[in-house]
């Protein structure tokens, strides 16, 4: 963060905070009153996870065509009906990755059906950055003429009221100038990037949030706790007394007062509670610092950034990160069928079946992962083939 931000920052949000609820923020112009936390929905929302959500003052509902098995928004839209929740009371944003704007209208009212509503608070162009696609976006495309003319027309139609992007990219050229450029567009009102501790210290990715809050823009970070695997080993020294490294994470991004929500998925009613309490108090000690810092290290060279450094060596233009991600989905997240799913979207000449292990990828990561090691894998156990 300014890395050194550690306050909650809640008083400079206006945060309302009622006694043992999930803090409320202003999501930026939109105006919408959003809960601090949102529910992410990679995996498929279960009902009693979502009724404890609620019941803490959640309001805001993540979600993708593409997420759960293409069966998030479905089964959100029943879990809605379930539990009798009235549409005003959630704050519901779906996302794509088309990039064709004239397609937005089709793929909103296909979104806004299967989850049996009528309208999106938010809709967002997914995943802006290239992850996934071997032909990376531009980071000056939100301010496109079609793209302005697609999303004034969408919110007049009512089918959106508000509309932002996403970005997994870890390339900080990439996301510094994507989030400085889209921060000029009057008509883009959120934005959603990844943010998380490993992100300490750089002042450059902070100026670029402050620059996107101060322009009015809901801002939101996602992968908050960075994909580490958290072998027990390593954990080990992290924990205890009261320091629960899951929570540090999302506490830290939280703590930067530029941040509105963060947004998590929530695998089991545990990491619920755990999330939410984190989310009730974002105020990191100096001690909690310290230690989050100690096991960010421990673990880097676990974590894939996504800079997409070692794709851009290695000679075969194997899709690495999107590789490295699906391996990340079904090592350090326990969601092989995401693993796969996501696999299974990289076109076959960018899959790792021509890695000739020449060893480019790892020579160019910043990080020293084990690249080659999770191309293998990948390549025997993520094909659905296999
Ligand atoms: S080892 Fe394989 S994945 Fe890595 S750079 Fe060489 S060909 Fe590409
Ligand atoms: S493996 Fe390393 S170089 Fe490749 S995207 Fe991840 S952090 Fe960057």
Not at 5 to 25: F, M, N, Q, S, W
Not at 223 to 237: D, F, H, R
Not at 256 to 274: F, G
Not at 333 to 358: L, V
């Amino acid at each position: 963060m300014a890395g050194g931000i550690v306050g909650a920052g809640l008083e400079a949000l206006g945060a309302e905070a009622k006694r043992d609820k999930i803090p409320i923020v202003t999501l930026g112009r939109t105006g919408l009153k959003v809960s601090r936390i949102a529910l992410g929905t990679t995996q498929a929302p279960d009902r009693n996870i979502l009724a404890y959500c609620i019941s803490q003052g959640l309001n805001f509902i993540d979600t993708a065509p593409n997420y759960a098995h293409f069966q998030a928004e479905a089964i959100l839209g029943r879990r809605f009906r379930e539990l009798n929740l009235k549409r005003e009371s959630l704050v519901i944003a779906s996302k794509n990755k088309s990039r064709d704007p004239s397609s937005w209208p089709r793929l909103v009212r296909e979104s806004c059906k299967r989850l049996g509503i009528e309208y999106l608070d938010i809709f967002y162009a997914h995943s802006l950055g290239g992850i996934g696609k071997h032909v990376p976006d531009s980071p000056t495309w939100p301010l496109r003429p079609e793209v302005e003319r697609g999303v004034r027309e969408l919110k007049r139609s009512g089918l959106i009221r508000f509309f932002g992007y996403t970005s997994h990219a870890g390339d900080k050229d990439f996301v510094n100038a994507l989030i400085r450029n889209a921060a000029k567009a009057d008509y883009i009102d959120v934005m959603m990037v990844r943010y998380n501790f490993r992100d300490y210290g750089d002042e450059r990715l902070a100026e670029s949030l402050a620059i996107a809050h101060k322009a009015g823009q809901g801002v939101i970070a996602m992968k908050t706790q960075s994909g580490a695997k958290a072998t027990p080993e390593k954990v080990k020294p992290f924990l205890g007394d009261g320091f629960n490294h899951w929570q540090a994470a999302i506490r830290w991004a939280a703590s930067n007062p530029n941040v509105h929500v963060v947004c998590a998925n929530m695998r089991n009613l545990e990491m619920a509670k755990q999330n939410i309490e984190a989310i009730k108090r974002p105020r990191l000690s100096a001690s909690e610092l310290d230690r989050l810092m100690i096991y960010a290290q421990a673990t880097s060279a676990e974590a894939c950034r996504m800079c997409a450094s070692c794709a851009k060596a290695c000679p075969e233009g194997i899709a690495l990160p999107e590789i490295l991600r699906a391996v990340m989905y079904c090592e350090d997240y326990g969601d092989p069928d995401m693993a796969r799913q996501i696999y299974a979207e990289i076109e076959p000449p960018f899959r790792p079946d021509r890695c000739r292990n020449c060893g480019a990828c790892e020579a160019a990561c910043p990080n020293g992962l084990a690249i080659r090691e999770k191309v293998a894998f990948a390549a025997n156990s993520l094909s659905w083939e296999t």
